[in-house]
């Protein structure tokens, strides 16, 4: 069974504050994701990145940055927390050349 | 700009009823066309899939209906039960881009 999981279920941090968002899977998969859900919005793809190293914009990049060293693990980095960034981020993975993402459960930010 | 939009946003059918959810696309280029269910507290998963090449494909009591000249696509959900009372995104890629797009999501209750 593929297993992506996040560093917190719940998160809750001050305006400016930098905040990191880990993610990590075990099936060995090149690709990764970081998205946001919103109501009304669905999600919305924020980066993505095909290998170690490398990374991709998404729809709405603004405000965030993303770091892969390891190919297991994928972080999301917000500098400097605002209050429109209190959202569900979800972290999702896929093998390469596949349809089908693997999300894991989702990190719910709040941003005071 | 969004891409695939879904509706309704939300929707309560009585158990044994048949919900439909609608989605329609704007990229002629998108070739692969998922639902993603996803409950409370969980990541999406993915239900069910249709590519362009065929007009319906039914997993169980799910069923994708295509249709290619007016680019929509609806799930359908044969005798529902409450425990498919979850949200449902749909989406689209195109072959080589691994990035899915995502409708915006309906909320779906099914009451006993």
């Known amino acids: 069974d593929v297993k992506v999981t996040q560093s917190s279920r719940y998160l809750v941090k001050r305006t400016g504050e930098k905040v990191f968002l880990e993610c990590v899977q075990d099936?060995?998969?090149?690709?990764m994701f970081w998205y946001r859900q919103d109501p009304g919005l669905g999600l919305r793809l924020i980066y993505f990145s095909y290998d170690v190293k490398m990374k991709e914009k998404g729809d709405i990049p603004e405000g965030y940055s993303v770091s892969r060293e390891k190919k297991e693990r994928f972080s999301l980095i917000l500098e400097s927390a605002s209050t429109n960034q209190t959202s569900m981020y979800l972290c999702a993975s896929s093998p390469h050349g596949a349809d089908t993402q693997y999300f894991g459960p989702g990190t719910r930010l709040t941003v005071l | 700009q969004q891409q695939v939009k879904q509706s309704p946003q939300s929707l309560i059918v009585q158990k044994g009823g048949i919900p439909i959810i609608n989605c329609a696309y704007e990229?002629?280029?998108?070739?692969?066309f998922p639902w993603y269910q996803q409950f409370p507290g969980k990541g999406p998963a993915l239900l069910i899939a249709i590519r362009p090449d065929v007009s319906e494909k039914k997993e169980g009591r799910f069923t994708i209906s295509f249709n290619k000249s007016a680019k929509q696509f609806s799930l359908h959900i044969m005798d529902s039960q409450p425990g498919d009372s979850a949200t449902y995104f749909c989406a689209a890629s195109r072959s080589g881009n691994e990035k899915l797009t995502f409708g915006t999501g309906t909320r779906l209750t099914i009451i006993p």
């Open positions: 099936m060995d998969h090149e690709n």
């Open positions: 990229n002629t280029a998108f070739d692969y």
